[in-house]
Each structure stands twice: as structure tokens, then as C-alpha cells.
């Protein structure tokens, strides 16, 4: 696990948007990213559309997936859609069992994904994985239900490991007690990606206020 903290998230998201785009960026072959919804990676994805533009790549190669998404309304979908894909040209794909055993069978020797961003929940979940069922479950992509009773779909943990680099992501104070336990041993789904070697987590200041920042940062 890698720690990244930052004075605020606007320094923190424009520093992601350029790892991103390094990301992007590296080789020929095609890039694929896989990315939730919700508030706080708005700015990121704005960013990297910006960066994208200004370097004029070749966004053929570019594929993003949907981390998670509420089924009624696919409201993550469209988010990363208009903020991000449409512009650009770039296609945007749901959670797939079907999807993900196609990438499967086509990244033989490569990882499902180049880069993934995940968001951090108050209870300390990432993707839509909120209990211990759902984090133990072995799917690719699996359906889920959250605390207030909506239907999801999500990737699994089977799938998100599979990635080369992930950043999972959390800022403001209401963050704070779950950036701890993601920290301190927590069973969340977040703790779990947490503690992966090729996650690093992101922080504001105040997300990681609970937490001592001397000799964590990368």
C-alpha cells in the first residue's frame, strides 16, 4: 500500500489527473480504465478530459469501465459518460458478467485494468461491496444491495484485484473515521483493497485528520 496525502483535494486531484494521464499515456497497446461515480472524483475526471484534449491522444485505445452502479438509474454511468467519455469519444462499460469474461478471456497475460479510482463510503465500503458477503464473494461482477435499500451491481474484489495500479480515494472530514479504519486493520471492503500492493490510497487533510501523517506520505 502506497499513502498519498495532500493539504486539500483540488492539489490531490489535479495530481491524480496527471497519473492518470501518464497512465493513458504509456505504450501502444490499448489503455483501460475502470472508475465509480459519486462527488468526490468529479474534478478528477474534469481534469483528465482537460489534460486528454490539450495532449491530443489517440483516445481509440482508451476503454473505461463502471466500477459499480445503482441499476435503476445508472447514474454512475452517466456521470463518467458526460464528464468524461462522450467528450472524448471513449466507450463507457457497465458491470458485465458477460463484459468481464470477454476481457478475461483477451487479457491472457495483462491486467483487466491499467488503473482503477475507487471512492471510499462513510462505513469504510468502496465500489458497491458494503458487507462481508459481498467482499467474500468470488464474482467478477456480482449484485448488491446497499444500507438503504437500493439494488446495485458491482465489480468484485476477483476483478479489482486484477488491476495494475489502484487509488483509492477519500476526502473531506465526514471521511475521516473510515480513512482510520481503512488504515488500522478494518474489515471493509475499502481496508481490504487498502492493504493491496498496487493501491495507493489518497487523502486530503482532512480525510487523514485522525491519522498521524509523519513518515506515511509517498
Known amino acids: 500500500m502506497g499513502l498519498a496525502l495532500f493539504e486539500d483535494f483540488e492539489e490531490a486531484h489535479a495530481q491524480l489527473a496527471t497519473d492518470l494521464l501518464q497512465i493513458l499515456g ?5 489503455r483501460r480504465l ?5 462527488r468526490t472524483p468529479e474534478p478528477i475526471y474534469e481534469r483528465l478530459r482537460e489534460n486528454v484534449l490539450a495532449r491530443r491522444f489517440d483516445c ?8 459499480d452502479d445503482i441499476l435503476s438509474s445508472r447514474a454512475n454511468e452517466g ?24 476481457l478475461r478471456a483477451q487479457c491472457t497475460e495483462a491486467p483487466l485494468f491499467h488503473a482503477v479510482v475507487l471512492g471510499v463510503g462513510a462505513d469504510g465500503h468502496t465500489a458497491s461491496l458494503f458487507n462481508a458477503a ?11 444491495i446497499s444500507p438503504t435499500g437500493e439494488a446495485r451491481i458491482s465489480l468484485g ?5 486484477q488491476a495494475r495500479r489502484i487509488f483509492l480515494v477519500a476526502a473531506g472530514a465526514d471521511k475521516s ?25 489518497v487523502f486530503d487533510k482532512a480525510a487523514a485528520s485522525l491519522i498521524s501523517s509523519s513518515g506515511n506520505t509517498v
Open 26 to 30: 504509456g505504450g501502444l497497446c490499448q
Open 34 to 38: 475502470a472508475l465509480c461515480g459519486g
Open 60 to 67: 481509440s485505445r482508451f476503454r473505461v469501465y463502471v466500477t
Open 79 to 102: 456521470k463518467i459518460r458526460r464528464l468524461l467519455c462522450d467528450p472524448l469519444g471513449i466507450p463507457c462499460i457497465a458491470p458485465s458478467a458477460d463484459e468481464l469474461a470477454a
Open 134 to 144: 459481498d467482499s467474500d464473494c468470488e464474482d467478477d461482477v456480482l449484485r448488491t
Open 157 to 161: 474484489l476477483s476483478a479489482l484485484a
Open 177 to 201: 473515521e473510515a480513512v482510520e479504519q481503512l488504515l488500522c486493520g478494518g474489515r471493509s471492503s475499502g481496508a481490504i483493497i487498502a492493504r493491496w500492493p498496487q493501491t495507493t490510497c
